[in-house]
T-cell receptor
Framework: DVKVTQSSRYLVKRTGEKVFLECVQD?????MFWYRQDPGLGLRLIYF???????EKGDIPEGYSVSREKKERFSLILESASTNQTSMYLC?????????????FGPGTRLTVT | TQLLEQSPQFLSIQEGENLTVYCNSS?????LQWYRQEPGEGPVLLVT?????EVKKLKRLTFQFGDARKDSSLHITAAQPGDTGLYLC??????????FGPGTRLSVLP
C-alpha cells in the first residue's frame, strides 16, 4: 500500500512564527504536492515538485515556500504564519500508472494560527 | 484554465437508496480520479479512469468516464451509512498536475 505520512495531525502556532510541515512518501513517487483545503474553496494547490530540488508554484504560493532535498520528503514552510493560513494542509504524491496518473494523500495537518 | 464542476453539491439520502453524482468539465482530461474524504482525513483514491466510455466497478460503486473524456459519474447502489463523506473528482492531463472539483457531500442516514 502507498503510504504518505505527515509530521503532525494538529498544530497550533502563533502569528509570526515560522512553521514547518513535513511530508514523507514511501513509494518512490516522482511528484509531490502541497494543498490547502478550506470550506467552500475546495482543494487549492500551493506548490508541487516533480523531482528532487525542483519546485513549481501552484495557484496560491504567496506566504509559503517548499523544500525537496530527498525524493521521499517534501516540506512546506510558512515563513511568518498569519491567521489567514489557518487551514487543513494536505500532502500528496503521484506517479504515472498506464495512461493516467494516480495521486495519494496523507492524513492532513490541521493548522491553527492564533 | 481547466475547471471541474460537481453536482449535486449536497445529497442526503436514506440507507438503501441509489444515487448518482456527476463531474463535468468543458476540458478534455487524459484521466480522471474519484476520491472519498471523511471529516478530518485526507482524500482516499477510489478509482482512476482513462478511456472514454470506460466503466469501472468497485463493489456497490460504479464509475463511468464520458466518451469525450470531459465528464464522469459515480453511481452508488444501496447506499450505506459508511458511504457518507465528501466525494471529489480530479482530472489530470498528461502531466503531473491535478484539477479538483469542489466535491459532493453525501450523507446516508440509517
Amino acid at each position: 500500500d502507498v503510504k504518505v505520512t505527515q509530521s503532525s495531525r494538529y498544530l497550533v502556532k502563533r502569528t509570526g512564527e515560522k512553521v514547518f510541515l513535513e511530508c514523507v512518501q514511501d513509494m518512490d513517487h516522482e511528484n509531490m504536492f502541497w494543498y490547502r483545503q478550506d470550506p467552500g474553496l475546495g482543494l487549492r494547490l500551493i506548490y508541487f515538485s516533480y523531482d528532487v530540488k525542483m519546485k513549481e508554484k501552484g495557484d496560491i504560493p504567496e506566504g509559503y515556500s517548499v523544500s525537496r532535498e530527498k525524493k521521499e520528503r517534501f516540506s512546506l514552510i510558512l515563513e511568518s504564519a498569519s491567521t489567514n493560513q489557518t487551514s487543513m494542509y494536505l500532502c500528496a504524491s503521484s506517479y504515472r500508472k498506464g495512461r493516467g496518473y494516480e495521486q495519494y494523500f496523507g492524513p492532513g495537518t490541521r493548522l491553527t494560527v492564533t | 484554465t481547466q475547471l471541474l464542476e460537481q453536482s449535486p453539491q449536497f445529497l442526503s439520502i436514506q440507507e438503501g437508496e441509489n444515487l448518482t453524482v456527476y463531474c463535468n468539465s468543458s476540458s478534455v482530461f487524459s484521466s480522471l480520479q474519484w476520491y472519498r474524504q471523511e471529516p478530518g482525513e485526507g482524500p482516499v483514491l477510489l478509482v482512476t479512469v482513462v478511456t472514454g466510455g470506460e466503466v469501472k466497478k468497485l463493489k456497490r460503486l460504479t464509475f463511468q468516464f464520458g466518451d469525450a473524456r470531459k465528464d464522469s459519474s459515480l453511481h452508488i447502489t444501496a447506499a450505506q451509512p459508511g458511504d457518507t463523506g465528501l466525494y471529489l473528482c480530479a482530472g489530470s492531463n498528461y502531466g503531473q498536475n491535478f484539477v479538483f472539483g469542489p466535491g459532493t457531500r453525501l450523507s446516508v442516514l440509517p
